[in-house]
Every structure is written in C-alpha cells, then in structure tokens.
Antibody, heavy 120, light 115 residues
Framework: QVQLVESGGDLVKPGGSLRLSCAAS????????MSWIRQAPGKGLEWVSH????????HYADSVKGRFTISRDNSKNSLHLQMNSLGAEDTAVYYC?????????????WGQGTLVTVSS | DIVMTQSPDSLAVSLGERATINCKSS????????????LAWYQQKPGQPPKLLIY???IRESGVPDRFSGSGSGTDFTLTINTLQAEDVAIYYC???????????FGQGTRLEIK
C-alpha cells in the first residue's frame, strides 16, 4: 500500500535551516508528481511546493519562494524540502503528499507529517 | 490567487441527519475544454493527515462511503454527508487545483460536530 513517511522536523532558531525528507513506498515513485503542504498549529492547510515526477519542474508558494528548495531522488524514492531563513511563521506540521496524476490533480495520499518549530 | 471560502466555519448535526458544507471560489475552477471542475474535498480527523474524499467536484475517491457526495460547478460547490455517523466528526476542507502556474489553495475548513 502507498506509504509516505516524513522526517527531519525539529526545533530550530529563527534564521536557521532544516531539511525535511519523505520516504515513499508502495508505488512507483518516479511516476508521480509530489507536493509539500503545511499546517500551522490549529490552522488550515497551506500549499508549499510542487515537484514534477522527473524533478525538473518545481513551483513554490510566494511565502517560501527564495527560501525553500524542493528536490527528489527517484533512485531512493525520497522527496526533500530544504528550508532556509526560517521564521516563526514557518512553524507547522509539514506533510508530503502525492499528486494523483500531474500538477492539476488532487492530492490522493498524504504522510503523517513532521513538526517544524521555529523559536528562540 | 484563487481564494476559497467555506461556510459555515462550524456546524453541529444530529446523528443520522444530513450535513451540508459550502465552498465558494473567487473565480471559476471549471475548465471549459474538458468540462471538469478542479475542486476536491478532504476530511481531516484530529491528529491525522487530510484524506481525499471527493475530486473533480463530484467523484468519490475509492473506499469513501457513498453517504459522502459532492456537487456544484464554476464557483459554488457543496459537500453533503447523508446519515451522519459519529466517525464523520472532522474538519472538512475544499481545495482548488485549477490555478496556473500550478499552485493550489484550500478553504479555511469547516468543523463538523455531533449535536
């Protein structure tokens, strides 16, 4: 069955960096576009970034553009999010999710999420 | 950006009754070339990730009970839950995936409780 397992969440100081990972299994990872979605404590869902199946096309929310970098390693079935210049507004649970069939499709599987806390 | 607005923010419905959640987009999410509405609904229970319920506005995801249904077109959409069960207590989100370049936005969520 499809599994997405995030890791790398931690407590980090403002201005710091963190790298999140998502291990995928149960499907042909290289066939699917992937996304990161975040959810601040007690708040709604916010899209962060998309990446194409090959990794050649990426898109970012304006709120993270220039600070976050999405990448993937299809040989290791893994998705990553490099987060730099973190601020309190980046505190959230970060979910990796699979796009059903291309960028303009819903997110059909989600991981359990990893918590990022930005605080001094 | 397409803004998604849900109503109400919360509602309480008795077991066995019907729950109705509305979602309005700031611009149409109907793509005329294929006549598809780029609109999905998700259910999120406490401590869990969101789960896809409905996509293309009215297609039920595999395994989702048929008491869940989606309707609407263009800018106005509805999620209906018939014969409410205790396990339906959750926050429900609508999502548009129409925007180009690809980005997606969610409604603020509707909290559903048992009356």
């Amino acid at each position: 069955q499809v599994q997405l397992v995030e890791s790398g969440g931690d407590l980090v100081k403002p201005g710091g960096s963190l790298r999140l990972s998502c291990a995928a299994s149960g499907f042909t990872f290289s066939d699917f576009h992937m996304s990161w979605i975040r959810q601040a404590p007690g708040k709604g869902l916010e899209w962060v970034s998309h990446i194409s199946s090959s990794g050649t096309i990426v898109h970012y929310a304006d709120s993270v553009k220039g600070r976050f970098t999405i990448s993937r390693d299809n040989s290791k079935n893994s998705l990553h999010l490099q987060m730099n210049s973190l601020g309190a507004e980046d505190t959230a649970v970060y979910y990796c999710a699979r796009l059903m069939s291309g960028f303009y499709t819903p997110l059909d599987f989600w991981g359990q999420g990893t918590l990022v806390t930005v605080s001094s | 950006d397409i803004v998604m607005t849900q109503s109400p923010d919360s509602l309480a419905v008795s077991l066995g009754e019907r729950a109705t959640i509305n979602c309005k987009s700031s611009q149409s999410v109907l793509y005329s070339s294929n006549n598809k509405n780029y609109l999905a609904w998700y259910q999120q229970k406490p401590g869990q990730p969101p789960k896809l319920l409905i996509y293309w506005a009215s297609i039920r995801e595999s395994g989702v009970p048929d008491r869940f249904s989606g309707s609407g077109s263009g800018t106005d959409f509805t999620l209906t839950i018939n014969t409410l069960q205790a396990e339906d207590v959750a926050i429900y989100y609508c999502q548009q995936y129409y925007s180009s370049p690809p980005e997606t936005t969610f409604g603020q969520g509707t909290r559903l409780e048992i009356k």
